[in-house]
Every structure is written in C-alpha cells, then in structure tokens.
C-alpha cells in the first residue's frame, strides 16, 4: 500500500488511489464501467486472503510460545519502571456490536440499563459500583498497578508515572470529552508531556464515477478500522500533546511531528497495545510482566511483533432446539499456517471468504485460535518504519449502506516484521472483552472485582476521580 503521509489530505487521497488500484487488479480491466453492483455481487472475494484454500487450522502446540511462569523479571520489571515500555490505549472505535457508542465513556448504570433492555441477566447491583466509566477506570487501573509496582520495589511512585510514555487513540465524537477528563483529572498522574494523543479519522464512503473511485457526499461517514489508525500515526502532525494553560482554561492540541514521534518510540524497549474494553485489564492485570519478558527474550531472537492468542468460544446448541444458541465462536483475528508463506498467520475473518464464513457460527467453530488483541511490539520503531515504507498488505473493501469502505485490521502489521504467537499457560482461555452486549455480565463483574482491591477506592480519590 503506497500512502502519501505529508499531511491527512494527501493521505486520504492515497488511500482512494489504493482502492482504485485494488479494484483494477481484482475485477482484471479498465474500471470505465464498474458499477457500485458488481462490487456488491462480488461481496466478500474482494478482501478474501490470496492463501486462502491453503490455510491450515490445527496448530502444532511447540509453534506458539508457551507464556512462562517464574521466570527472571528483573529486565522486564526494570523497562516497565523506568518508562521505555510504551503504551497504547485504544479507545478509537465505533464499538458497531455494543451499539453504545465509544466504549471509554460507557458507565456502569448505562451498561446495566442496555444489558436489561436486551434481556441479559446479571448478578451484579450497578449501584454499588464506583460511577467510573471504561475508560476512567482503564486508565486509573494502569496508574494503580504501576504504583504497587514502584512501592514493591522501591521506586518513586511518582517518578515512574511521570516516566512512562503512552498514546491514546480516541473516537473524534467524544475526543475532546475525553481530553477534557484527562486535563481534569490531571492526567491520571501521569506526565502531561508524555501522555500524547491521536484521534482516528472518519471518512465518506467511496464509489466508482466514470472509471475513478471518489468519495460519496452522500454516504455515511464512519471509522476506516484500526488498521487504518496504525497508518494514520505515520501522517505528519496526526500525534499531538495536549497543553493546558490553567490560568485562562484554555485546552491545545500541538502537534509533535513524525520525526518526534519516531525519536520517542526508538527510545523505548518495548510497546503494548490494549484495547480500552479488556475485562482482565480491569482485575489488576493491566501490567504483564510475564508477557513482556517473554517478548524481550523473543525481541532478542529478531521478532519484532508478539501476538497472543486465546481459544475459540465453543458453539453450543440449547437442548432440544438445535437452532438457538447459548454460546457462538466469535468471529475476529485468527491464527493459522500458511504453507505459501511457510509461517503462522493472523487473518481477520471478514477475509476468509467461503473458507471461513463470519456469518456462519459453524464456519467459525473450525478456528481454533483467536487473536486476544493484547499485542507487543519489541523494538517498536522497527514496525512503525516499515508501516512509513510499506503501509499495511490488504485494505480489506467492505461495502455498507451501498457504499464502498475499507477495514484493515490492525493485526496485519504481522505480515509486515517478525511475528511470534504466545498462548498463557492451561486451557486456551476465551477473549474476555466487553465486545457485545452479551459481555455485560462479565464487565460489571470485572467492575466489582476492580473496586475491591485493596485501596483501589482511596486511590481513585487521591486522583480526584471519587469524593
């Protein structure tokens, strides 16, 4: 994918170029008289992994790094104090499936309140809860376990907050919302200079005029997906810090420029990407140093993206009606070896075709392993290098409401470096993420297991976030 990254103009004029090109090279001619229908008949072949036929599902275990258990720390306690492991907090998307919009500012009595309209039951009672939101308690989660972690060994508190740089990815309807949280709760006691920002552009959908591909002023305007938000950070002047002038009030966005942001990710050892909605973050998991010593060891051995993968959710059928379900595999990024490349592959299942049908819960039970979306990054400038050269592989075309949009997943930039695949140890664990209403149980649960730390509540009111 070539992309123009001098400014956001040119980069969406790139990508539109890209798709034209796609296009081209899938329907085999000139696209003088492609019509919105023949991309619609062609339905999901457009974005269908080239390997597909070949893919194998059963995974020999020896090829996914096993998360070891008491192993030596040291190293990666140390990166994690001193703030050369960068992180990334995602909190960019539609969330289409929850239909509630961005899931940082969901609350917990909002939540409850869907889950009963939709008829899900749940054991939890939202009113004892801490009225925190995802993201609010997201955040305030990290700045909790890395204070534990500075005291268990010694280090200033404050100094490791303050050490630590991070990027959040937000939705441009609630973006500023959220900035103003961060200002107001004095960034979750991290250091306002290293906490930066990046808001995930929205677009029209596209459609072929006279042999061009341009873009609708009538269609909807929505995300182009995390793969996309990946290649919008390499865009010059899209990562920003905020600054707050506490005098007059006023909140600005400065850009920092992609030369900065290359110089602060090739300072750091490692990067983690989270997803805002993971339940298990919220528990006192937020910080993994199994994972990431694993990830420097493998770092070490030349991979340059660590990918974690959990089992499939299994397709159960209630007794005696073989057509209601009480749990569906889940459709999403899946682990499978491609004997063309000759390695292990994470493919988003919107490409599988007729080989794997997202729509078909028994298409979906044949994959066996999930990507967790807790990805890590060694070298993490290393990755960001080549998305500049390369982009990502596939645009992933999907059409909505009669229009033409791309998906790329940001799981792709696996077809880009090194990548090494790890499971934790036991049973193959489902995802445990708050990703449709179904989840709703599960994330108030995660919400009173949080609260009932041990001084979590006076933490929160140390940050201002509680009376």
């Not at 973050?281 to 993968?309: C, F, K, N, P, W």
């Amino acid at each position: 994918m070539r992309i123009d990254r001098s400014s956001i103009r040119a980069f969406r004029s790139s990508l539109k170029r890209e798709v034209q090109r796609s296009l081209a090279d899938h329907f085999g001619r000139d696209l003088g008289s492609l019509t919105m229908q023949q991309i619609i008949n062609a339905g999901s072949s457009l974005r269908a992994y080239p390997n597909l036929a070949q893919l194998q599902f059963d995974i020999p275990p020896h090829q996914i790094n096993l998360v070891p258990k008491g192993q030596d720390l040291r190293e990666a306690t140390t990166v994690k104090l001193v703030g050369e492991d960068f992180t990334e907090h995602s909190a960019g998307g539609d969330a289409t499936r929850l239909g509630m919009g961005a899931k940082f500012v969901i609350e917990p009595l909002q939540l409850a309140g869907q889950a009963r309209l939709a008829g899900i039951n749940f054991t939890v009672d939202p009113n004892t809860l801490l009225p925190l939101s995802l993201g609010k308690r997201h955040m305030a989660q990290f700045a909790y376990d890395l204070t534990r972690l500075a005291a268990q060994y010694e280090y200033n508190p404050h100094d490791v907050l303050h050490s630590q740089f991070m990027l959040i990815t937000l939705n441009p309807k609630t973006a500023d919302a959220i900035i103003q949280d961060f200002v107001r709760y004095n960034f979750f006691g991290f250091n306002p200079e290293r906490v930066l920002f990046f808001v995930d552009q929205v677009y029209s959908g596209m459609m072929p005029v006279n042999g061009e591909i341009v873009f609708s002023q009538n269609s909807p305007i929505g995300l182009y997906n995390h793969g996309h938000m990946v290649l919008q950070e390499t865009v010059e002047g899209e990562v920003f810090q905020v600054v707050f002038n506490s005098s007059s009030g006023e909140i600005r966005k400065v850009p920092i420029g992609t030369e900065k942001f290359e110089e602060i990710l090739a300072s750091q050892r490692n990067k983690i990407s989270y997803p805002v909605e993971d339940n298990d973050y919220l528990t006192g998991q937020s910080i993994d140093l199994d994972s990431l010593g694993l990830a420097l060891q493998l770092g070490a051995q030349g991979a340059r993206m660590i990918m974690e993968v959990v089992g499939q959710k299994p397709l159960i059928r209630k007794p005696n009606n073989s057509r209601e379900l009480i749990s569906t595999p889940q459709k999403g990024g899946f682990l499978a070896f491609d004997p063309t490349r000759g390695r292990l592959v994470m493919i988003e299942s919107d490409s599988g075709d007729t080989v794997v049908n997202e729509k078909d819960p028994e298409s979906l039970a044949k994959i066996k392993h999930l990507n967790r979306n807790f990805n890590l990054f060694p070298r993490p400038v290393e990755v960001f290098r080549a998305l500049m050269n390369q982009g990502l592989p596939f645009l992933h075309p999907v059409v909505r409401d009669g229009f033409l949009y791309i998906q790329p997943p940001q799981g792709d930039q696996n077809f880009l470096v090194p990548t090494a695949f790890v499971r934790q140890e036991g049973e193959p664990k489902p995802i445990n993420n708050l990703k449709s209403i179904a989840d709703a149980e599960r994330t108030l649960r995660a919400m009173q297991t949080q609260d009932q730390q041990y001084g979590f509540t006076e933490f929160m009111r140390e940050l201002g976030l509680v009376k």
